[in-house]
């Protein structure tokens, strides 16, 4: 019994530990230049998929999914905490599905738990914008946030191709993405018909994370299909795990700031509000 209780203490101790020594080998790690930004009437719109299921072709049941929580809930807290305006869409609007294994104890960030504090962020994912009603040229920065959701809808959806063109050709919005939220930009074109991202330097999750969390039949990959859509495809990998890497890259006309995973979200965002920071001072 006493060996029992001398092994039982040390799992309670470990799985009380366990979030600090995921963060310390990489998971949601602080970004060392945050800054705090005043960007007092400026206005940000995040983008989630719809999609909940994680299903494989042909079938319409399987494990809950969505948008991964931080990915969302990280850079809307960067955005609000800088004074601007945040609102909330999905493909389809309405309520967004979350992946539940975003809020499971040892992998919540900071800003998952504010979120679940926060009745007027649960307000706004409950009853998200649809993003064909949506004008995104009034916004100065268009994010969209990741998922396994996201692989299901995000980069398939001709409409989230159109606003992302839109947007661009607006001059004005700053378009952001992190992990599976780059499939956004797959589709969207140019006034003379061709990608949009070719050659343009930017990041989405890595093939070898997917493999790595063994997920194999979701339908788009984001790493594959930004590099066929003519993208310089960056990345960072882990000596281990790609899940504890983390990369954030500008396009040369600083107008697309793209993050790795879910790690890469408060870097995103600060670079994103840096570049407004500098054209507002200009």
């Known amino acids: 019994m006493i060996g029992f209780g001398v092994l039982l ?3 309670i101790v470990i799985a009380l530990l366990l979030p600090t020594i995921l ?5 949601h790690p602080d970004f060392e230049g945050s800054q705090q930004y005043d960007l007092s009437g400026k206005r940000a719109l995040i983008i989630t998929t719809s999609h909940g299921v994680l299903n494989k072709p042909n079938e319409t049941t399987g494990k809950p999914t969505g948008v ?3 990915e969302m809930t990280v850079p809307y807290y960067e955005f609000l905490d800088a004074n601007m305006e945040v609102d909330i869409a999905s493909i389809k609007g309405g309520e967004i599905p979350i992946d539940p294994q975003s809020f499971i104890y040892f992998i919540k960030d900071d800003a998952d738990k504010r ?3 926060d009745e007027i962020f649960q307000e706004k994912v409950k009853n998200s914008l649809a993003i064909d009603k949506i004008d995104v040229t009034k916004y100065d ?3 969209f946030a990741g998922g396994w959701g996201a692989a299901y809808d ?3 959806s001709e409409i989230v191709a159109q606003k992302v063109s839109e947007a661009y050709y607006a001059q004005n919005p700053i378009l952001g993405s992190v992990c599976h939220g780059a499939l956004a930009f797959i589709q969207a074109k140019d006034t003379t018909g061709n990608k949009l991202i ?3 330097t930017m990041t989405g999750v890595t093939q070898k994370q997917l493999d790595q969390l063994g997920i194999k039949f979701t339908p788009l990959h984001p ?3 930004l590099k066929k859509a003519g993208a310089n495809y960056q990345a960072n990998h882990h000596s281990t795990k790609d899940f504890f890497a983390t990369i954030t890259v500008v396009d040369e006309e600083e107008r697309f700031v793209t993050g790795q995973n879910q790690n890469s979200g408060h870097e995103t965002a600060q670079k994103i509000m840096e570049i407004m920071a500098k054209k507002s001072q200009k």
């Not at 963060?23 to 998971?27: A, E, F, H, N």
């Open 223 to 225: 790493e594959k299909e």
């Open 115 to 117: 979120y679940l504090k």
């Open 23 to 27: 963060k310390s080998i990489g998971l």
């Open 141 to 143: 920065v268009v994010f």
């Open 154 to 156: 995000m980069g398939q």
């Open 68 to 70: 991964f929580g931080s």
């Open 198 to 200: 070719k050659g343009r």
């Open 9 to 11: 203490g040390i799992v």
